[in-house]
């Protein structure tokens, strides 16, 4: 027995996906505000250039740190307890 299946519309969706998903992490790396995507139990899963900017770390050194880790480090005092403000304020959730 063979079974043929036309897969046209799956690798057309699959197609538009990725489009849609490039063009987002496009919009976000070149954002001019600082934009960090923290987990739910508070790692920080992507940060886009300005965030960067703001702090003293690079894509390779966030790997495994918290968002209150991370935010302690910011270079402007402000910015540090705003971060720290958000990531730990838990009405944001």
């Known amino acids: 027995y063979c079974i043929a299946h036309d897969i046209t ?3 057309r969706s ?3 996906l990725s489009e849609s ?3 987002v ?3 976000l790396e070149s954002m001019p505000a600082g934009i960090a995507i923290i987990n739910k139990v ?3 899963e992507f ?7 703001l702090t003293e770390y ?3 050194s966030i790997k495994g740190l918290t968002a209150a880790n991370l ?4 270079k402007d005092p402000f910015v540090s307890a705003k971060f720290i403000e958000a990531a730990t304020d838990e009405t944001q959730v």
């Open 42 to 44: 508070g790692y920080v």
């Open 58 to 60: 690079d894509g390779e």
């Open 14 to 16: 699959e197609r538009l």
């Open 25 to 27: 992490r496009l919009i």
């Open 21 to 23: 998903e490039k063009r």
């Open 71 to 74: 935010f302690s480090f910011a």
């Open 47 to 53: 940060m886009n250039k300005t965030s960067f900017d």
């Open 9 to 11: 519309d799956r690798k």
